[in-house]
């Protein structure tokens, strides 16, 4: 089989570490399909990027054709048909994801062009580094000067939605497998919107199993929402196997496909005709992926009034983080 050539920015930090072994084991791509992995870090990152290399190659990995490390962005992308976005500052503790948007916004206007520039014409960019939504709407931007469209750039939530999944597995004492259909909508920030009215537990209405709106109003959302937060406290690093397993998942799925009659949700960018998302701006939907690295919102779901109001505080807060990198644009 042809190796398929995946880009990873960020290939030496925390969540390039759990990313490479996983990518170059098949994880994302499949089982029988040899990678050329191009990983892509700052100047002095290089040397520690060589150690990353020299590890991966003593893992061995049969899928493993070549590795590239570089720090010049048109290299990194030169042919990739994937690429993962991680190469950002992670928040410390105090900050708030959208703190990050002065220092990690400019990487991704120079990214985004060199993807346009040098990539193959059907890439796939999954944006992980932070703050994702409005880094991705950045990239989005600058492949559009050089002819690159936005259905091209994706950004993360797949990390939120395990995150509230294992939590309603917890409550319910329920095997994680048996929890679905969770939603995540808006913002991969404290705005976002766990979703649970389609959510299910042995193939009923979460709801209805859990059978307490107090638990999930005032304990499981502030969970979900905060999680990142509590990560970071504990370990004193923000999250990066958890962050690097929601990557590949995200990826596999736009790559092989979401299961029938399931979805993912991925934050993407939104036409303004769908649930009431302002145009413009990169939010969180669910998603169904037929395999070809395509996406399609899931239309015509049921969202209460609470559900809408929240939905609407994450879209203003996007919007306000877009007048923010507005010279970005
Ligand atoms: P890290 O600091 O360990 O690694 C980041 C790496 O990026 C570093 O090696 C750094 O040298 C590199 N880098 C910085 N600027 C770069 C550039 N212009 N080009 C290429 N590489 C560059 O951080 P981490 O823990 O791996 O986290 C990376 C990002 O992912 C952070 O922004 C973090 O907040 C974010 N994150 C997002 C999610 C999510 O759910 N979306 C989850 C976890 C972490
Ligand atoms: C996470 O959700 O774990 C990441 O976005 C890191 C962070 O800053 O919260």
């Given at each position: 089989?042809?190796?398929?050539?995946?880009?990873?920015?960020?290939?030496?930090?925390?969540?390039?570490?759990?990313?490479?072994?996983?990518?170059?084991?098949?994880?994302?791509?499949?089982?029988?399909?040899?990678?050329?992995?191009?990983?892509?870090?700052?100047?002095?990152?290089?040397?520690?990027?060589?150690?990353?290399?020299?590890?991966?190659?003593?893992?061995?990995?049969?899928?493993?054709?070549?590795?590239?490390?570089?720090?010049?962005?048109?290299?990194?992308?030169?042919?990739?048909?994937?690429?993962?976005?991680?190469?950002?500052?992670?928040?410390?503790?105090?900050?708030?994801?959208?703190?990050?948007?002065?220092?990690?916004?400019?990487?991704?206007?120079?990214?985004?062009?060199?993807?346009?520039?040098?990539?193959?014409?059907?890439?796939?960019?999954?944006?992980?580094?932070?703050?994702?939504?409005?880094?991705?709407?950045?990239?989005?931007?600058?492949?559009?000067?050089?002819?690159?469209?936005?259905?091209?750039?994706?950004?993360?939530?797949?990390?939120?939605?395990?995150?509230?999944t294992a939590q309603l597995a917890l409550k319910a004492k329920a095997p994680i497998r048996d929890v679905s259909h969770m939603?995540?909508?808006?913002?991969?920030?404290?705005?976002?919107?766990?979703?649970?009215?389609?959510?299910?537990?042995?193939?009923?209405?979460?709801?209805?199993?859990?059978?307490?709106?107090?638990?999930?109003?005032?304990?499981?959302?502030?969970?979900?929402?905060?999680?990142?937060?509590?990560?970071i406290d504990a370990r004193g690093k923000s999250s990066a196997k958890s962050a690097a397993h929601a990557a590949i998942?995200?990826?596999?799925?736009?790559?092989?496909?979401?299961?029938?009659?399931?979805?993912?949700?991925?934050?993407?960018?939104?036409?303004?005709?769908?649930?009431?998302?302002?145009?413009?701006?990169?939010?969180?939907?669910?998603?169904?992926?037929?395999?070809?690295?395509?996406?399609?919102?899931?239309?015509?779901?049921?969202?209460?009034?609470?559900?809408?109001?929240?939905?609407?505080?994450?879209?203003?807060?996007?919007?306000?983080?877009?007048?923010?990198?507005?010279?970005?644009?």
């Amino acid at each position: 089989m042809r190796p398929i050539t995946v880009s990873i920015t960020g290939a030496a930090g925390n969540i390039g570490y759990a990313l490479l072994p996983r990518i170059a084991s098949g994880a994302v791509f499949g089982p029988d399909q040899p990678v050329v992995l191009k990983l892509l870090e700052i100047e002095p990152a290089m040397k520690a990027l060589d150690g990353v290399a020299m590890e991966l190659y003593d893992c061995a990995p049969p899928l493993l054709h070549d590795v590239v490390c570089t720090s010049d962005p048109e290299e990194a992308f030169g042919d990739a048909q994937a690429v993962f976005m991680v190469g950002a500052m992670p928040r410390g503790p105090g900050m708030e994801r959208s703190d990050l948007l002065r220092a990690n916004g400019p990487i991704f206007t120079g990214q985004g062009a060199a993807i346009a520039k040098a990539a193959a014409k059907d890439v796939r960019a999954v944006v992980v580094g932070n703050p994702a939504n409005t880094n991705c709407l950045i990239a989005i931007h600058a492949a559009k000067k050089h002819g690159l469209g936005p259905e091209h750039f994706t950004a993360m939530t797949r990390l939120d939605m395990n995150r509230a999944t294992a939590q309603l597995a917890l409550k319910a004492k329920a095997p994680i497998r048996d929890v679905s259909h969770m939603i995540i909508w808006g913002n991969h920030s404290n705005t976002m919107v766990p979703d649970t009215t389609h959510a299910r537990i042995y193939g009923m209405p979460a709801g209805d199993v859990i059978n307490d709106a107090a638990w999930l109003k005032d304990s499981f959302s502030p969970t979900v929402q905060t999680r990142g937060k509590a990560i970071i406290d504990a370990r004193g690093k923000s999250s990066a196997k958890s962050a690097a397993h929601a990557a590949i998942e995200h990826m596999r799925q736009l790559w092989v496909g979401t299961e029938p009659g399931s979805w993912t949700s991925i934050a993407v960018y939104s036409t303004g005709k769908h649930y009431g998302i302002p145009e413009g701006i990169v939010y969180s939907v669910p998603v169904t992926c037929p395999g070809d690295g395509s996406y399609r919102v899931v239309e015509g779901l049921a969202c209460s009034a609470e559900v809408k109001a929240l939905m609407k505080v994450s879209a203003d807060e996007l919007v306000s983080e877009r007048e923010a990198v507005q010279s970005l644009l």
